[in-house]
């Protein structure tokens, strides 16, 4: 019998929903199986005549990149009722189907388990009756529940990340980001609610990525007095010159007597306390709508085709949860999960400790104590030697870089050392353009783009060498923190192996990976690559609506020299039918039976096809060569046109992801470094993002990291999302 799997959305609609949608549809078609769609959440089950449809790829194509879910959603009241649920088993059944995976937060997942635990009791019931026949328990004697957290709040326990929380960012950074330029030309203060009713996620990220100067949430109830404790923070703000002060409030935000706090009580007391211009902004459901971002689609997409896989196994008797964790999808017990929530939940009107957001994940909390650090007033004078730490930028600039100098700063400065910029790089260094930064000085690098400090391509080489000694000599400069790309650790590298003849070289350095490429060793992803995915996942989004009624083929380049990152990754948030990469060697054979899939795609009603191409996927089979192939050999199907984004991948602002990253990898490189620096150690290495967290490796490693010829690392973790895409290829 043909493995059938309900499928439903449910909750509030969440950015990413449809990626999921699509994925499970393509997987479980991919093996076989029929994928049934419940209509507007558990309401479809009330009403399964006109509620519940089969869905196949043909349903599920076009829907990658629209916000909301295309199945709908909607609160049902019926299902708190036995007859209700009775019903849905029902509905269920009749059609066959005994495997569920539902999209949505912790309400419409303990819907779907309790549905499962009386799946057997409801049954028996209807067998009593005589309205459903004996043989319905043999052959479906269990309903397997898989659960996938959509929620743009982030509030679901058992996940790192939760579908629709990376979009809602986005939302937030760029409306701040228009009302800091406003609040700083009328020297205003702004108070700006988010979403986030039990939940600071979306607030605290928000507030680190923005550079804004309070925040109100959930899991940190604010003890009595905090409106003169805030007052004060704003106020020497104002007295070191901030022309604009944001202050964020969490929907759900509450003092220690459980009395919530709304963004018009904190306006009235910074009018009536301050003598503050302050306005409110309340975001709002422009949160929630929207196109997702590349992020959602890819996280979605990998989620999606975990949970069919989980789906078309023998039944499962527990309900689970496949959320992600370190960047890897993983399975969890749905009602562990469940719990866990409602105790970070509950925690939050009472406990000044900040369960709840440990019990969230450590990473929230270590994001929180980083905002207090790094958005608070400027640090006392410090009391003891301070150490002098120096940042370079080397290679091209990546969105991203200047927060990461920017807490960088603010975090040694907080800690109690100098920090001395370096500007335009290993040459900069050589030159001695070299110049000592403040607190005040990085005040609104959060969100630009571009490197502030400047950068250049050079390794150090020669008198340059002497010179870099030198210069680092006489400015004391006693640890290095290198922010920047390939040629930034080549940099280090020669500076590294150069110690035996430098002793100023013997100081300890890192690297912190910034590169749109996504091409260095140790770290999974690197500041600048979230962005530069966004704008190409755009401008590719963009092209897709220009051609729809074209009948045209799209050859998408990229950026990336000789590592695919880009081209893939954009690939699979597009939906795109080819992905050509250096990874994967270009033959005329593959060419040509690509071109044959082409034509009979668009033979059979196909109106536009998307192609994303590495800009070196091939010596000879560049995108020009491509295109007047795919023009003479599809001329009778389809036109052919090419479009080649150049350094717009390169520019604009950060997105949150980045921002965020930079924050979070700039605040370990310069602990790394004091630690050093008080044990008396010569670290030399470069710092990353694992699945385990943030990890240091030292140059002894490098070069067997490293496939020097190709720059890029030996192993990449994406290469092994093939099976993934393999599942989700239409059929």
């Not at 089969?54 to 909607?74: H, N, Y």
């Not at 309070?214 to 020497?236: F, N, T």
């Not at 450590?362 to 640090?379: C, I, K």
């Not at 020009?624 to 009778?636: H, K, N, Q, S």
Request: proline share 5%; net charge negative; glycine share 12%.
């Amino acid at each position: 019998m043909t493995c059938r799997i309900g499928l439903m959305t449910s909750g509030g609609d969440a950015p990413g929903m449809n990626a999921a949608v699509r994925s499970v549809v393509r997987t479980a078609q991919h093996s076989g199986a029929q994928v049934f769609g419940i209509l507007d959440g558990y309401r479809g089950l009330m009403n399964p005549e006109t509620g519940i449809r089969l869905l196949d790829c043909a349903t599920v194509s076009g829907i990658l990149s629209r916000g909301g879910t295309m199945l709908g959603t909607a609160r049902c009241r019926e299902m708190l009722e036995v007859a209700g649920r009775q019903q849905a088993v029902r509905a269920l059944v009749e059609r066959g189907i005994d495997r569920l995976v539902v999209v949505g937060g912790d309400g419409s997942l303990t819907g779907a388990d309790t549905l499962r635990q009386e799946w057997r009791n409801h049954l028996q019931a209807m067998i009593d009756e005589g309205t459903l026949p004996p043989s319905v328990l043999e052959e479906h004697p269990v309903l397997s529940v898989i659960g996938l957290p959509g929620t743009i709040d982030n509030d679901l326990c058992g996940t790192d990340i939760t579908i629709g929380a990376d979009t809602a960012l986005h939302r937030i950074v760029s409306a701040l980001d228009a009302i800091f330029s406003t609040a700083a030309s009328h020297q205003r203060t702004f108070v700006v609610e988010v979403m986030g009713r039990h939940c600071g996620y979306l607030a605290v990220m928000a507030g680190l990525a923005t550079g804004a100067e309070w925040l109100l949430i959930p899991e940190d109830p604010p003890p009595d007095g905090w409106e003169e404790q805030m007052g004060m923070v704003l106020s020497k703000g104002r007295a070191k010159g901030k022309r604009a002060t944001i202050v964020l409030v969490a929907e759900g935000a509450r003092d220690r007597q459980g009395r919530p706090i709304s963004s018009h009580y904190v306006q009235q007391v910074l009018e009536e306390r301050l003598g503050e211009d302050a306005r409110v902004t309340i975001l709002g459901h422009v949160q929630r709508g929207g196109s997702p971002s590349a992020y959602d689609r890819n996280l979605s997409s990998l989620l999606g085709q975990r949970a069919a896989r989980e789906a078309l196994r023998e039944h499962i008797d527990s309900s689970i949860l496949v959320g992600m964790r370190g960047n890897r999808p993983t399975t969890i017990p749905l009602m562990e999960a469940v719990e866990l929530t409602r105790q970070a939940q509950a925690s939050c009107t009472h406990d000044a400790e900040l369960k709840g957001l440990t019990l969230r994940g450590q990473s929230l909390a270590d994001a929180y104590h980083l905002f207090q650090v790094v958005n608070g007033p400027p640090p006392a004078n410090p009391a003891g030697k301070p150490r002098r730490i120096a940042l370079v930028h080397s290679g091209a600039p990546a969105p991203g870089m200047n927060m990461a100098v920017r807490t960088s700063t603010r975090w040694a400065l907080a800690q109690g050392h100098e920090v001395l910029g370096i500007r335009g790089g290993f040459a900069g260094l050589a030159r001695g353009d070299v110049e000592e930064l403040d607190w005040m000085g990085v005040s609104g690098w959060a969100g630009l783009g571009g490197a502030e400090l400047g950068t250049s391509h050079g390794i150090p080489s020669g008198p340059e060498l002497y010179s870099a000694a030198r210069v680092l000599e006489d400015h004391g400069v006693e640890a290095l923190l290198m922010i920047g790309g390939w040629s930034g650790y080549e940099g280090v590298h020669r500076l590294y192996r150069e110690r035996t003849d430098y002793p100023a070289f013997r100081i300890p350095m890192l690297c912190l990976p910034a590169s749109i490429d996504n091409n260095l060793p140790g770290s999974e992803f690197s500041v600048g690559a979230d962005t530069a995915l966004n704008s190409i996942v755009e401008a590719a989004d963009r092209i897709k609506r220009s051609a729809v009624a074209n009948r045209r083929c799209f050859l998408v380049e990229v950026m990336g020299d000789m590592c695919g990152y880009l081209a893939y990754m954009s690939g699979l948030a597009t939906g795109a039918e080819k992905v050509y990469l250096h990874e994967s060697p270009l033959t005329a054979a593959r060419l040509l039976e690509d071109l044959q899939e082409l034509k009979g795609s668009f033979e059979k009603g196909r109106s536009v096809a998307l192609v994303m191409v590495n800009e070196k996927a091939h010596p000879l089979y560049t995108t020009g060569v491509l295109r007047a192939l795919f023009e003479e050999e599809g001329r009778a199907q389809f036109d052919v046109r090419q479009a080649i984004l150049g350094h717009l991948q390169q520019g604009g602002d950060p997105t949150p992801f980045d921002r965020t990253m930079a924050a979070r990898l700039a605040r370990a490189a310069i602990e790394h470094l004091q630690e050093s620096l008080e044990q008396g150690s010569d670290l030399c290495g470069f710092l990353g993002i694992q699945p385990q967290g943030i990890k240091v490796w030292d140059f002894h490693d490098y070069t067997r990291m490293i496939d020097e010829n190709h720059r890029r690392p030996r192993n990449q973790w994406w290469l092994d999302l093939n099976v993934v895409v393999g599942d989700m290829a239409a059929t």
